[in-house]
């Protein structure tokens, strides 16, 4: 019985010792504060019609994941059209109509198709548009982000 004594004694004062410890209790309070998500913006190194294009992409998702409506990706794409290009007279006329399918669209006022021939039209009218106009913008970015997605050579 005395050895079996000896280690529970040793193990009752070791104990003992304890009692007062908390690994969980710091010195000094901390709060925890979780980071917010990081933003994904497309490098600023690329053209300003290939950063629109990645930003539509992005707001595709969110429109797939039903976290914003056509109308609300519409504005965000133009808020970051603005931010990265600035207005001009051929983007303003192009972002006008697309936000306004992209209205339509969210209605049920125009099929997907209606909506893509509506656009391709518009963007065809603008190339011919282009060759007489006088002075041109210098950067159409936005109308070429959508010559991009609907296959046609950008304006130059």
């Not at 429109?63 to 056509?70: F, L, T």
């Not at 059209?81 to 983007?91: F, I, K, P, Q």
């Not at 099929?111 to 039209?121: K, L, Q, V």
Request: net charge positive; hydrophobic share 45%; aromatic share 8%.
């Amino acid at each position: 019985m005395k050895p079996l004594l000896l280690p529970v004694l040793a193990s009752a004062l070791l104990l003992a010792g304890c009692a007062g410890f908390d690994p969980f209790k710091s010195a000094t309070p901390v709060t925890i504060t979780p980071k917010p998500k990081p933003e994904i913006v497309a490098p600023a190194t690329q053209g300003n019609s290939e950063r629109l294009l990645f930003e539509a992409n992005r707001l595709a998702e969110e429109v797939k994941a039903s976290r914003m409506n056509r109308t609300q990706a519409a504005d965000a794409l133009g808020r970051a059209r603005l931010a990265w290009v600035g207005r001009n007279s051929v983007d303003d006329e192009v972002f006008r109509q697309y936000r306004q399918l992209a209205v339509a669209r969210d209605t049920n006022l125009v099929t997907p198709s209606g909506a893509h021939n509506r656009m391709f039209d518009m963007l065809k009218n603008w190339q011919r548009r282009w060759l007489h106009l006088s002075p041109r913008p210098a950067d159409p970015a936005f109308t070429n982000f959508l010559m991009k997605v609907y296959s046609l050579p950008p304006l130059q």
